[in-house]
């Protein structure tokens, strides 16, 4: 597994198309190793899925029997975000938000509580840090939570980080190391020469690189040059959210909540945001009645008190879903370019991790071990030395 970066350069020139949060963060590890780097969105700089998102550190709340395998990045990318935020705060001179209050999940009824109930003895079976609430006990810790809820689960290390302030953050630390950035600037195709990717071609032109590490999020497979074989096997997957706005001085929600059809997030300036649906709907950027009304009937389901709050925001955007829904990351099958994409709800949870996978990639040619089994060779169908232009 290799990117066969020529040995004299330690420090290879690398072109990153995609400037959202995982192409950003890339970015920073590598300027900061000394590389020169481009790095090319073909809108505004983080405003794709980093800026739609929740910004939850969810290792543990949101594992599902079928996810395993993904649990292990998962906490070790959980692990790295303390750190990571305090040197990215350091670096940029922007606050991430970052809280760890933990996450609740609430039971609203019998039904959910026997669901929530599987869910939790499962991944107490994997060894996650919760704890069962009575409905009492979670009322205690969010008194503004519906009377007579059937129970809950508290999961004190799943964090929360302010994303839009990371985005901003990762684009002052990105500046501060030298990369370059061009926004509103789409890359048309891969430059591929006898198998190896050697630079990228866009609306200002071409330009040559040692390494380019697609991380277009759910756009990575509209990018020309690749053949379509080696193109990673990602697609849009849909979510409505919303934010309304409380008083920040008495909020009515501290914690992240999960209820039975959506979450709850907090933020310190007053908002609560609200999603998200979950569609297979392509690039449908239409938000509909259906979708708003299921959000803010599963929030004030949970919390009535939501009903007198006004609407701040409504947004729509697309996760990046592989075909096993975990991350294609390391090498694509074709020399020199390298993938991280496919975190479909994870992008912001796994950024450190992915930063630094993708960063001891191109410097070394190698991905960490954690990382291995998610590369994105194990989607192609052919051989990675059959790839052609």
């Known amino acids: 597994m290799s990117t066969r970066i020529p040995l004299s350069s330690s420090q290879p020139k690398t072109v990153i198309i995609g400037a959202g949060a995982i192409g950003l963060a890339i970015a920073w590890r590598l300027a900061q190793a000394g590389c020169e780097v481009s790095l090319y969105d073909r809108r505004e700089a983080g405003r794709g899925a980093s800026w739609a998102s929740a910004g939850m ?27 990571f935020a305090r040197e990215l705060e350091a670096a940029s001179g922007v606050a991430l938000g970052y809280r760890d209050e933990g996450t609740i999940e609430v039971a609203l009824n019998r039904d959910d509580a026997e669901r929530l109930r599987f869910t939790y003895e499962f991944q107490k079976g994997l060894g996650l840090d919760l704890r069962w609430l009575s409905g009492a006990e979670a009322r205690d810790l969010e008194p503004h939570l519906r009377p007579g809820i059937a129970g809950a ?6 964090h929360q980080v302010e994303n839009r302030l990371l985005v901003q953050a990762l684009l002052e630390g990105v500046r501060r190391a030298g990369a370059r950035l061009y926004e ?15 630079g990228v071609v866009s609306d200002r032109g071409r330009e040559s690189a040692d390494v380019v590490i697609l991380a277009a999020g759910a756009w990575s497979r509209e990018i020309g040059g690749i053949p379509s074989a080696y193109l990673p096997a990602v697609r849009p997957i849909k979510g409505q959210m919303l934010a309304l706005k409380m008083d920040p001085a008495a909020p009515l929600l501290r914690h992240v909540l999960w209820v039975p059809r959506g979450y709850l997030a907090p933020r310190l300036d007053g908002r609560l945001l609200v999603g998200a649906t979950v569609e297979e709907r392509g690039f449908d950027e239409s938000l509909t009645a259906g ?5 803010i009937e599963g929030a004030w389901r949970a919390l009535p008190a939501i009903e007198e709050l006004p609407i701040a925001e409504t947004w729509v955007g697309f996760r990046p879903g592989s075909r096993d829904d975990a991350p294609m990351l390391g090498p694509s099958g074709i020399d020199r370019l390298v993938i991280a994409t496919g975190h479909f709800r994870n992008g912001i949870l796994l950024c450190p991790l992915t930063a630094e996978a993708i960063a001891q990639f191109v410097l070394k040619g190698r991905l960490p071990e954690i990382a291995r089994e998610f590369s994105a060779e ?8 059959a790839a052609t232009k």
């Open 378 to 385: 194990r989607f192609l169908p052919v051989p990675p030395a």
């Open 184 to 198: 509103g600037c789409a890359v048309r195709e891969v430059d591929i020469a006898e198998g190896s990717a050697r």
């Open 153 to 158: 689960v508290f999961s004190p290390t799943d």
């Open 57 to 83: 550190l969810a290792a543990a709340a949101e594992t599902e029997p079928g996810e395993e395998r993904l649990l292990a990045l998962n906490l070790e990318s959980q692990r790295l975000w303390p750190d």
């Open 291 to 295: 979708g708003m009304l299921a959000l």
